[in-house]
């Protein structure tokens, strides 16, 4: 077989491997959106309020909230835009949903590392307390490992989920990965 096949059949392969996984062609366009950004805020307030309720922080929690309130305010009209837009009329059930799933996640996480939670978590609030702006807050947000629920798409919202005579019709469906 000649050279130029072997280059051909590895491009090929490259490729394939590129188109399978998604990542590499699904992380180009897709740049930090506004509700990237809510989720991860989200996120981080799910896991100070499961550490301040499982390690009895909930001054330092109070706090948090106090300092941050009109981000956390905004952040959270930024989601449930984001629901509504995704969902249509099931966007509240949907979030209370992801709430409930995110803290449900998190207060497991912190089952399983036992006693040592604590002395991984509290630090948080520390660290929170020296943010200043809402894009500090956000950025820490990012930079922090918050385990969340499930798999959502936060570049761009998919279109709303079509009337159920609608799908009938249509074999192409969506799907949101639970973890």
């Known amino acids: 077989m000649s050279l130029s096949f072997w280059r051909a059949a590895t491009a090929g392969l490259a490729l394939a491997g590129l188109i399978n996984s998604g990542h ?30 499982s390690c009895g922080a909930q001054d330092k929690y109070n706090s948090f909230v106090t300092k941050f309130r009109p981000n956390l305010a905004s952040e959270e009209k930024v989601l449930t835009s984001y629901f509504h837009t995704t969902y249509g009329r099931s966007a509240q059930r949907q979030h209370d949903d992801y709430i409930t799933q995110l803290a449900n996640v998190q207060s497991e996480r912190g089952l399983k590392s036992g006693t040592a939670f604590c002395q991984q978590r509290v630090s948080m609030f520390d660290e929170v307390q020296v943010l200043e702006t809402s894009a500090d807050l956000s950025h820490y947000a990012q930079a922090k490992d918050i385990l969340q629920p499930a798999s959502y798409l936060t570049c761009t919202a998919p279109n709303r ?4 005579a609608a799908r009938s019709t249509t074999r192409t469906a969506r799907r949101t990965v639970r973890s």
């Open 24 to 53: 590499a062609l699904a992380a180009g366009p897709c740049s930090p959106s506004p509700a990237h950004e809510a989720f991860d805020v989200q996120g981080l307030k799910s896991e100070l309020m499961v550490t301040a309720l």
């Open 161 to 164: 989920p079509a009337p159920a």
